[in-house]
């Protein structure tokens, strides 16, 4: 059954590093995907390579990908709006029109942006043993895992809407008659029965990729891995991350304290120990402060000496 892993953390942590770190070690062994959601892309830097398009096979069982945020909230949104200009024609002498265009500076575009890309990586990439998503800071983070359960929640509450419509359509039809030989409606028909409308279906199949999906998100084979650095400002962060996770019902599976040096090794103790407090039997991984920060030194920066696998919460034979 194939894994997947969500890397993430507040900006500049270091968690796009330990999820490349994360995915060589386990390219040894498995054949792993390695996306990046962030907006401040650098896998490619990581990994000393040009992205061509976004992509590119680093090794036979390694592949690297950036996620392109503008131009896939660009192709979401005309996906949506071509939606609702063919389905309501006849709504264009209101001039929505207008309305349509200025929908890409409406709140949540982007995170749905990133769970259809999220979704569509799950669904489609059957031939990897693990996909590791590099996420967008904490903030961001959080609002796009929790897209699918308030989705659902919203399609649930539109789907007994538009039965309602539905209704009522049926009973102005039977008083205003059917439509002369000949005539057209200025609209897409809209059927009176639920199981051949058009809009009731779209719904049903969107409940069920959301509810697919969440599924996924809150099982066995997926987890959250939270990278964070000895400092207050990281627990704080954290913190936040680690209650929403709980609240979603979200697996998180290892923490990792990144960036550990002799200089702030007191602190790094009283961060884990808050962490301990927080996230109870989760396990706990320390990572040194490096120094390889060229592609020219003879360590890469996704060659790193621990072993971020083996603490993993989940545990398989001969595998993490």
Known sequence: MM????????????????????????SRRHRVLIVSLDPAHNLGDI???????GAKQLAENLHLREVDLKKLSRDYLEREVTVLTDTYKYLQVLNLDRYFSILKYSPGIEEYALLTSIEETIRKEKGFDYIIFDTPPTGLTLR?????????????????IRRQILEKRYTIQKIRGPLKEGQKS???????????????????????????????????????VLVF?????????????????NELGLPLRL??????SE???????????????????????????SEALYCGTEQKLYDIPEDLLSNLQWKEKKDV
Do not use: H
Request: hydrophobic share 40%.
């Open 263 to 289: 200089e702030n090794r007191e602190m790094a103790s009283r961060v884990e120990k808050e962490f301990k407090k927080m996230a109870g039997e989760i396990p706990l991984q320390r990572v040194a402060l």
């Open 186 to 224: 200025p609209e897409i028909r809209l059927e009176f029965n639920e199981d051949e409308d058009g809009v009731i279906q779209r719904l049903k199949t969107m409940k069920n990729n959301y509810d697919t999906l969440n599924g996924i998100l809150q099982g066995e084979d997926c987890g959250v």
């Open 255 to 260: 923490l990792i304290n990144n960036k550990v």
């Open 47 to 53: 990994f000393c390579v040009t992205l061509k398009n």
């Open 3 to 26: 894994k997947i892993l969500f890397y993430t953390g507040k900006g500049g942590v270091g968690k796009s590093t330990m999820a490349a770190a994360a995915a060589w070690q386990l």
């Open 229 to 245: 650095n000895p400092d207050v400002l990281s627990l704080r962060e954290s913190d936040r991350l680690i209650d929403g996770l």
């Open 144 to 160: 796009f895992l929790a897209l699918p359960q308030v989705t659902i929640t919203w399609i649930d509450r539109l789907m007994q």
